[in-house]
């Protein structure tokens, strides 16, 4: 590993453990759906993050896990998560803005 990796690693952990820290400081200050669902992708993210992180140590397994064509299913579905909580968040900001 060099040092671009080692700094692209780094940085996406450190920042990613910043944003869910507060994303998780705002979870415990509000009650409203579409920012819970945005806090719920931010973690989410991260939770990515850290899955790829250690895909690159080689801690994860992934020869145990189903696969969808030659991509591992865990990777699938947490590469795609936070995009869904954030297309939920923001569709129910719209719906709520064109009802009043």
């Known amino acids: 590993m060099d040092s671009g990796e080692l700094l692209y690693i780094s940085s996406r952990l450190v920042l990613g453990a910043l944003a869910t820290f507060f994303a998780i400081m705002l979870w415990a200050k509000t009650r409203d759906a579409a920012w819970m669902l945005m806090v719920i992708g931010t973690i989410a993210a991260y939770a990515e993050t ?46 709520r803005k064109f009802r009043h």
């Not at 850290?50 to 579905?77: D, H, N």
């Not at 795609?80 to 954030?86: D, I």
């Open 50 to 95: 850290v899955y790829v992180t250690l895909g690159i140590f080689g801690i994860t397994f992934e020869g145990m896990f189903l696969r969808v064509g030659s991509v591992p299913l865990p990777t699938l579905i947490l590469s795609n998560l936070p995009s869904c909580f954030y297309i939920a968040a923001f569709l129910l900001m719209v719906i």
